[in-house]
């Protein structure tokens, strides 16, 4: 990728954020960012296609191969022109484990020249090819990991009253998270908790000491994002102690939601109705998934869409599911909105 960039005539450096590429064009005036995650995820592919993954139990299952595709395309496309600003490809690791974007920061992507603005987009089986989503505000959410040990004593299970039993408090921490969306929290603020992790014990006569759950908190900002941390601990704290044991929280803040902003979702907007027609540019495309573009946006004004991908007429496969493929087609779309998008902002204001 890097030869392919340079040979392009682009300015690259590798390593930052220990596996990005970035690719610069230009020096002077603004700088636009143009960012294009490329991880996989550890899913065993189902597809019986000739470019099916080559690597046991990775496979691109989230499109993110496309992002890549559709990112040097862009840098074919701009090469050639003369632009009255920089523009700055940034093709991130390890975006489905909330790391490669701050990695990427830390070494400096928005920094020499500093950016001005970032685009992004996500291929979107959701939608079909030649829908584009774009609307201002949160459009993904805020991604946080919790954990959660409940300690009790253990002993035999024929005499439970000799012992503290961290499971059956377990159980009734599962169940109490989930007062927290319907009862904490506004229900005009999006939030989702899911318990997606219960371990404990090892034999069916023995009451363990010891029940570990895992799990997510998801929301678009406001009031129930700042307050999840401490709602989850009082609710793991006073339920187990309710039951006479002990809850030990571990609260992880991952990535904040992905905001788009006002005025760099407009730009983007018009070359996307250019693209696919004003009535094919969807409002109101947003999900709970979480997205660390979120670290960028946070810094820096502008925009995240999601690019139909879905082949019209036939049922996609899910993100994140051992069938996922993706209509081609939409990469042309992809390719084109993220070039034009660049181009639009540097000649503007
Ligand atoms: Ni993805």
Not at 16 to 31: E, H, N, Q, S
Not at 322 to 346: K, M, N, Q, S
């Amino acid at each position: 990728m890097a030869d392919r960039l340079r040979a392009l005539g682009y300015d690259v450096r590798t390593g930052v954020g220990k596996t990005g590429v970035v690719a610069l064009k230009g020096g002077t005036g603004r700088c636009v960012m143009l960012r294009a995650d490329m991880d996989a995820l550890p899913i065993e592919e189902a597809n019986d296609v000739a470019y099916r993954s080559q690597h046991a139990g990775k496979m691109h299952a989230c499109g993110h191969d496309g992002h890549v595709a559709m990112g040097l395309e862009v840098a074919r496309r701009l090469a050639g022109v003369d632009l009255p600003g920089a523009v700055k490809l940034a093709f991130q690791p390890a975006e489905e484990i909330s790391f490669g974007a701050d990695a990427m920061i830390r070494d400096g992507v928005l920094d020499r020249p500093s950016v001005d603005a970032a685009f992004g987009i996500h291929l979107w089986n959701d939608l079909p090819t030649g829908r584009i989503g774009l609307m201002p505000g949160p459009v993904m959410a805020s991604v946080d990991e919790f954990e959660i040990a409940i300690l009790g004593t253990g002993g035999h299970a024929a005499a439970p009253h000799q012992t503290t039993d961290p499971v059956l408090a377990a159980a009734h921490v599962v169940t109490g998270l989930q007062s927290l969306v319907s009862r904490r929290r506004n229900p005009f603020e999006e939030g989702v908790v899911s318990v997606t992790q219960v371990t404990a014990g090892h034999a069916f006569n023995v009451i363990p000491g010891r029940a570990d759950l895992r799990g997510t908190v998801r929301s678009f900002g406001g009031k129930f994002y700042e307050q999840a941390p401490a709602l989850v601990e009082e609710t793991a704290q006073g339920i187990a102690g309710a039951f006479g044991a002990r809850a030990e929280v571990r609260y992880r803040r991952l990535c904040q939601p992905t905001v788009n902003d006002e005025r760099m979702t407009d730009l983007m907007k018009g070359v996307a109705e250019e693209i696919v027609g004003k009535e094919r540019v969807v409002h109101g495309v947003r999900t709970m998934g979480g997205e660390d573009m979120s670290l960028f946006l946070a810094r820096i004004p502008g925009a995240f869409a999601f690019v139909g991908s879905a082949p019209p007429g036939a049922k996609a496969s899910p993100h994140h599911s051992p069938t996922f493929d993706i209509d081609e087609e939409a990469l042309v779309i992809g390719a084109d909105l993220l070039a034009r998008t660049a181009v639009r902002y540097l000649q503007s204001g």
